[in-house]
C-alpha cells in the first residue's frame, strides 16, 4: 500500500514537499516514481528512483524537483521548488518491481495546485 500526502495550494515560485509512504520495506527491489496528471491529459512521469538510487527527471523539472528516499521510514519524498502554473495535477506515486513487471502499485494520489 502506497500513501502519499504533502498536496496543496501553493503560489507559483513556491515549495512543497510530497511524501510516500510504503507499507513495508521494499525499496531494494522495487524501484519508486512521482507521476502526475492535469486535467485533459495523460499520466506523465515526473522522476523516479531506483532500488540501487539512480535518479531519472523529466525535463520539465529538471533542476526544480528532486526525488529522495529514506529506507528506515519506508517513504519516498519529491521535494518541489520554483513551481509553476503548469505544475499543477495530481501526483501519484509509484512502486514498480526492478524483476517482475507484473508487481505495480500505485497510490491514490495527492493534488497539487499552484496558483496566484
Known amino acids: 500500500q502506497l500513501v502519499e500526502s504533502g498536496g496543496g495550494l501553493v503560489q507559483p515560485g513556491g515549495s512543497l514537499r510530497l511524501s510516500c509512504a510504503a507499507s513495508?520495506?521494499?525499496?531494494?527491489?522495487?524501484?519508486m516514481g512521482w507521476y502526475r496528471q492535469a486535467p485533459g491529459r495523460e499520466r506523465e512521469l515526473v522522476a523516479e528512483?531506483?532500488?540501487?538510487?539512480?535518479?531519472n527527471y523529466a525535463d520539465s523539472v529538471q533542476g526544480r524537483f528532486t526525488i529522495s528516499k529514506d529506507n528506515a521510514k519506508n517513504t519516498v519524498f519529491l521535494q518541489m521548488n520554483s513551481l509553476k502554473f503548469e505544475d499543477t495535477a495530481v501526483y501519484f506515486c509509484r512502486a514498480n518491481h526492478a524483476v517482475v513487471a507484473t508487481l505495480d502499485y500505485w497510490g491514490q494520489g495527492t493534488q497539487v495546485t499552484v496558483s496566484s
Open positions: 513495508r520495506n521494499i525499496f531494494s527491489v522495487f524501484d
Open positions: 528512483i531506483s532500488s540501487g538510487g539512480r535518479t
